[in-house]
């Protein structure tokens, strides 16, 4: 029979290594992000992500005018300009590696960022992934190790 400490440590292992299981298997392939912002005077936003060969990324800015720098990884798009009204993006990464936006108001009005992006997630995140399940089941030995001898003091 387990004990009431024993059973409270193995339950919390089972729910610590099941989000970790699950956070590891979501966070493989590509991962695709609406993004749907509203940028307000004088402010500036940033995206950074990581993007595989193929991928198909598409971005909207609307606004009184703005500056746009896009800069993507070797010879693909890439802009440093100042724009007014509305402008869109639709690119396919030509090769891996790390894209970057900033889109800057310069208006006196808001602006607004749509679009959509697609992307891989960071290396360490699935290493991180990873040790949070491997600490779920540390915790589930650790609590059955309590059912063979109790330790002094428990």
Request: hydrophobic share 40%; net charge neutral; aromatic share 8%.
């Amino acid at each position: 029979m387990l004990s009431k400490k024993t059973a409270i440590g193995i339950g919390a292992g089972t729910v610590i290594t099941a989000i970790g299981v699950a956070s590891l298997i979501l966070s493989l392939g590509m991962q695709t992000q609406s993004i749907e912002e509203t940028v307000g005077i004088d402010k500036n936003t940033v995206y950074k992500f990581q993007a595989q060969k193929h991928f198909h990324e598409l971005v909207n800015v609307t606004g009184s005018s703005f500056h746009v720098k896009l800069k993507t990884p070797g010879t693909g798009l890439q802009v440093d300009e100042d724009f007014k009204k509305e402008i869109s993006f639709d690119w396919y990464s030509l090769e891996d590696g790390q894209h970057r936006i900033n889109v800057t108001n310069t208006g006196d009005s808001n602006l607004k960022v749509a679009g959509k992006l697609e992307f891989i997630n960071d290396p360490i995140l699935f290493t991180y992934h990873a040790v949070v399940a491997i600490a779920g089941i540390i915790i589930i030995g650790i609590s059955a190790g309590f059912t063979i001898r109790k330790p002094r003091g428990f």
